[in-house]
């Protein structure tokens, strides 16, 4: 992942099993998140839900620029056992978060299914629409009628004035402000397909 870039961040339990049973399970989950990443990654939306998540990121840093092909082809490579510490931190976040689950619960073996997901979200259209994807996924399932709704989302939180680690200046003049953010997403089942 690259410093600058944004990236849609997704995973799931193993088999799809639940890996939230509680809800001290969702609150440890988003400390993890913001010991091991928050001081790498910009959060700008997310959502949890019983059996996997999503967050909206956005890599601390500025993109390294090259003159050339040659100047890039050039550069030291690390060999691949070793990781960047973007990669390390994401590690010890789920490794971290599946072990207190695993004690826990008296259960063993993977929690997560093997490699979490990304996809690049530099496209400004895009993240609008992956925003309010994030924010409806509950509705989708069925575990609630609204966004604002399930609690473990970061649909009030940008909505609310308290502070938060969120980026939520930048996501609401994305939308062009709130009322716009609450229409697209009450609109989104609208326009998705």
Known sequence: MQPGSYYHIYNRGNNREV?????????FFLGRYQKYLGNLVDTYAYCLMPNHFHFLIRVKGEAQEYKSLEDFCTLPRQPPRYLTPLQQAFRDFFISYARSFNNRYSRTGSLFQYKFKRKIADDIPYRLRLITYIHNNP???GLVQQPGDWTFSSYRAILAKNTTALKREAVLNWFDGR???IAAHQ???NWEG
């Open 179 to 181: 009322a716009s953010f």
């Open 187 to 189: 609109n989104f089942y």
């Open 19 to 27: 890996i939230f049973r509680e809800i001290e399970n969702y609150y």
């Open 139 to 141: 509705i989708k399932v």
